[in-house]
Each structure stands twice: as C-alpha cells, then as structure tokens.
C-alpha cells in the first residue's frame, strides 16, 4: 500500500524559515509529479509548489522568490524550504504525488497534513 508521509512542519516567527519533507512509500512503480497544498482556516485548498520528475517545477504566486520545491528521486521524497515566512503562509500543508504503484493504475494520493504557523 501506498502512503505519503510528512513531517518538519511547526511554529515559526515571521521572516523565519522551514523545510516540509515527504516520504512515500510502498510498491511504487514510478511517481510522476509531487507538490505541496496548503489548507488556511475557512478557505480551499490551494496549490503551493509541484515539481516532475524530470525537475519542471511551478510555483504559486504568493510564494514565488520565497519557496523552494527539490526532489530526491532515489528517495521519493519531496521537499519544500520555506524561507521569509509570512503570518498568511499559516496553513496545514499536504503533500501530494501521482503515483503509479505497481501493479496497478496510477492515482493521486495525499498525506496526513503537517501543521505550519507563523507567528510572533
């Protein structure tokens, strides 16, 4: 079974910064895409950063300059630096892969959610 695993969310000041990782794991056939979502209180889901495996990455615009998406395919494990953090990037942020397992069709899968606050 497939699973996407978070971790290195927490509290941080304002301008500071913080390193999101995620983890999938499983019969993993080969992963196409893997990005970052984030979840603020009372709105929609939106998308952070996604990068292929070939290493084409996108940004939002609210955090072009300031985020930084890699990939460590060997590992299939994202990252995501967040640096000059802002109160507005307080989110819970999920991890998100297209994923072929083997055997199987490929699918999106989601993590737990890793909690990110920024404030003073």
């Known amino acids: 079974q497939v699973q996407l695993v978070e971790s290195g969310g927490g509290l941080v000041q304002p301008g500071g910064s913080l390193r999101l990782s995620c983890a999938a794991s499983g019969s993993i056939f080969s992963i196409y895409v893997m990005g970052w979502y984030r979840q603020a209180p009372g709105k929609q889901r939106e998308l952070v950063a996604a990068i292929t495996s070939g290493g084409s990455r996108n940004y939002a615009d609210s955090v072009k300059g300031r985020f930084t998406i890699s990939r460590d395919n060997a590992k299939n494990t994202v990252y995501l630096q967040m640096n000059s953090l802002k109160p507005e990037d307080t989110a819970v942020y999920f991890c998100?892969?297209?994923?072929?397992?083997?055997?199987?069709?490929?699918?999106?899968?989601w993590g737990q959610g890793t909690q990110v606050t920024v404030s003073s």
């Open positions: 998100n892969a297209r994923i072929t397992p083997v055997q199987a069709s490929n699918q999106i899968y």
